[in-house]
């Protein structure tokens, strides 16, 4: 399946909110792209930006990344099977 995409890393999220809506909707363009923010953490606060946000709902989880990653979905192939959801 081709799918285009459009990356935006947001290594901090209140850089990304101190910018302007301009250059928000430049890299973002909510008119014309799906939005799904994916982040390893809670990400209530993506919801802003995002028509779908992939994130941790739980706390104080500890153990080695992969097994981690498995288990809240944040695999290739889970991110995958999820983001395919909503652009099938």
């Known amino acids: 399946m081709d799918v285009p995409v459009n990356v935006v890393s947001v290594p901090c999220f209140d850089l990304l909110c101190e910018q302007s809506e301009d ?3 430049e890299i973002i ?3 014309e792209t799906f939005v799904i923010a994916v982040e390893a953490a809670s990400a209530m ?3 802003k930006f995002a028509d779908h946000v992939i ?11 992969g097994e981690l990653f498995e288990k809240f979905g944040f695999t290739t192939d889970k991110l995958v099977a999820s983001i395919k959801k909503f652009v099938a």
Request: zero cysteines.
């Open 23 to 25: 250059y928000i909707d």
């Open 29 to 31: 363009n909510p008119d």
């Open 45 to 47: 606060e993506y919801y």
């Open 55 to 65: 994130g941790m709902n739980s706390f104080g989880e500890s153990g080695p990344a």
